[in-house]
């Protein structure tokens, strides 16, 4: 490098190393709420079995659970997964009766609604993701076993602009301990350059504009 254009390409560079290092991972804050539509419990059933002991010598059993409401929050840098909540959390029983409490049998369903808030970390900007879905439980009261699903809308893939970076969500659902659950997975990218790309440009260009008054 010429000894004239040393002290400038120096300069440049100690004056754009700190954007170069501010550039990094973008940290954010989530709450989300998974609901069901209904107060009332899933029902499935009934299923009649011989009881002596009964007036009319049948049971009637029934597999029993809340939808679940789960508050999830926490915070993130860079992409994560998140399970937002989901049905029943566990809690699911057989309970009998002397008489059918509900006439109906097969699949009964429940709308979901999985909402989910993201705060940009820097900007203090917020941005909102929601899915809706069905829920099932299905079940043999005889067994006293039950099966949970989940199904969501198409609208599974969804991206906002938040404080100036692009955050895109892919709701999701999996079977788990507790329960059929609605997750979420979060990657998020700068809307615009970072600084620390701009100052890797003006470097590149410093250099390039050192290396052609070399030639002249």
């Known amino acids: 490098m010429h000894q004239l254009f040393r002290p400038v390409f120096v300069a440049t560079a100690l004056t754009l190393s700190p954007l170069i290092a501010s550039a990094g991972p973008i940290s954010w804050n989530y709450t989300g709420t998974v609901t069901g539509n209904k107060s009332g419990a899933y029902d499935y059933g009934p299923t009649a079995r011989p009881d002596a002991t009964s007036p009319t010598g049948l049971r009637y059993g029934?597999?029993?659970?809340?939808?679940?409401?789960v508050n999830g929050s926490g915070a993130?840098?860079?992409?994560?997964?998140?399970?937002l909540g989901g049905l029943l959390d566990g809690t699911v029983w057989t309970q009998w009766h002397d008489t059918g409490r509900r006439m109906a049998s097969g699949v009964l369903s429940d709308q979901v609604l999985a909402d989910l808030t993201i705060t940009d970390a820097a900007s203090g900007a917020q941005g909102h993701f929601w899915v809706t879905g069905t829920g099932d439980l299905?079940?043999?009261?005889?067994l006293s076993a039950y099966q949970l699903s989940l199904l969501i809308d198409s609208n599974a893939n969804q991206e906002r602009t938040i404080g100036g970076n692009r955050y895109r969500v892919h709701f999701d659902t999996e079977v788990t301990a507790s329960?059929?659950?609605v997750v979420a997975d979060v990657s998020v990218a700068s809307a615009t350059p970072e600084p620390g790309t701009l100052a890797l440009a003006a470097l590149g260009f410093s250099a390039l504009g050192i290396i052609r008054l070399r030639r002249r």
């Open 76 to 83: 993130h840098t860079g992409a994560a997964r998140l399970e």
């Open 62 to 69: 029934e597999v029993v659970g809340e939808v679940g409401t």
């Open 179 to 181: 329960g059929a659950m």
């Open 138 to 142: 299905t079940g043999d009261p005889m």
